[in-house]
């Protein structure tokens, strides 16, 4: 009897009176709770500042919610302030991990706004770099990814291949990680001789170098044990939540925009959509391998065909004149002097224009009221979308899924909370 | 079968570990950094610099398009007019850089209608004291005279500047407008002939 007050003492202390009590022979009885445990957002693999509430039963996860927002910098109200042009820099540190897709997914919404067409060699140019920016994406993914699971050595190797590409990145626009490369109406430099001669290097080399991941990781028992039947996702819920890129090919629905939508060059090379079957980790894991190679081989073609001409359209309202031209022209000079100070005017009028990133379909949606700003810029970013799913493919995993969990979206904070 | 055979003898994790003990005969790829540095390609985008004309003059005539196209809005240029013996001469008379708000996108070298903003290969200029970052005049053209090789360079690289002085290239080459130019010329040449 003491003892039953002595507990309800305690108890009162901590102002947990209300907590029905049930008492067996003058103990308290056992309850049992859910386990609340907060992932993030400071945890070393959770891809950037993503903070997860997983309610746990023992080891399985019953209810995950992530929370958003810890990256935000406000893109988009940012982009409202800025023109056109200004706004590429920030479209770099979307998805910091692949800055050129993310350049040329805007640079296509604005460019659909005006109606201009692009000259050939610029496609080429554009697509090349877009491409060159999926492997290393990929690469990146892959080797976080086996490093998060628990695979070191894929991550050097896929660092040494990636590190190769960003040199090319410095040779072609003179950063490694936020290009800035592409402008409206074309990009900024030509490739070089030497690029291509890199370039060309790389390709010779790299099927092999895939074939190395491929030893580590294909077989490997640890790696298939963690990730086949891992993170599953039929091909009906991955539509209806919205997933695109890998993650909606991993459960085989053939959907990509560079095949359904063609644009830059994709509709001049050859190239397959790699599908998978189970819509599982392993899964997507095979399809980004088959990406990176079908990239290489898209490269490869584009380098083949690449076209002489320009590398920027020709219109004096919405590029800069020619350079020479700025020093002897008094017309050029104030082209020159208008597009610095306001930039160019797009057209009245609303657009959405979706671009196949490495992670998924990156789309900008632009409210243009007239003017050399947008009044309103939205951007779609596939990590923001996948991160919807997340409860749904979580459910019912042990916690130490959850890592390979949201490696399996390629998540980037940067993006997702913009 | 063969599949019980590779779970028992590993066969997978003995083929992965032969190639890597390959990579011991490779040659290595990782740099030291402070003691061994990457070499960098004339296009990178560095600290920036203000440039001198050859005769010592500066280039910069404080025209401020550098700070209108700036997207972080880190350039500020105030300029000043000189009138001396009926020579009108515009200047800045103070131009600041603030470095911690740069992104090193490089649209200010693009707009300056003299070159006289170039970008260097410097990008070890950390310190303890953020004031130090704020880039003024007098520090700009000290860097502009130390690295003026790799400003140049990066001129040139960007199709801003021709190698010599008297033949530059178009930024984005308009073989068009040049077509143009020529047809006006032939026109002007046939009406003077005419
Ligand atoms: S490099 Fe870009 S951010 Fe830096 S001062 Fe020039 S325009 Fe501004
Ligand atoms: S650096 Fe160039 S753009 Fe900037 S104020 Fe001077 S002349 Fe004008």
Known sequence: MEEKQETADRLDHYGEDELDIEYVDGKPKKRVEDLLLNMGPQHPSTHGVLRIVLEMEGEVIVKATPYLGYLHRGVEKLAENSTYTQIIPLTDRLDYTSSMTNNYAFVRAVEKLLQVEIP????????IVAEMQRLAGHLFWLGTQALDIGAMTVFFYTFREREILLDLFELICGARLTMSYFRVGGVDRDLSQEV?????????TFPEKVDEYNTLLETNRIWVGRTRDIAMISAEDAVNFGLTGPALRGSGVNYDVRKAEPYGAYDKVEWEV???KNGDTYDRYWIRVEEMRQSAKIIKQCLDQLPEGLIAVDLPNLTYPPRDKVETDMESLIHHFMIATEGFDVPEGEVYCGTEGPKGELGFYIVSQGGNKPYRLRIRPPSFIHMGAFEHMALGYMIADIVTIFGTYDIVMGECDR | MNKLFHSAFFTEILKALRMVFGHYFVKEVTLQYPHEKNTLPDTHRGALCLLRYESGEERCVGCDLCNAACPSYCITVVSAVEENDHVVRRFATSFDIDMTKCVFCGFCV????VNALGMTKMYEYSTSNKRDLVFDKAKLYEIGEKWHGQAKGYLIAHNQ?????????????FPSSRKQEEEQKEEVEAQVDG
């Open chain 1, 120 to 127: 050939e060699r610029a496609e080429y140019i554009r697509t």
């Open chain 1, 196 to 204: 291509v001669d890199r370039l060309y290097q790389f390709l010779k």
């Open chain 1, 274 to 276: 790699p599908l998978g």
């Open chain 2, 110 to 113: 693009e707009a300056c209608p």
């Open chain 2, 161 to 173: 500047e021709g190698e010599d002085e008297t033949v530059s290239e178009y930024r984005y080459r």
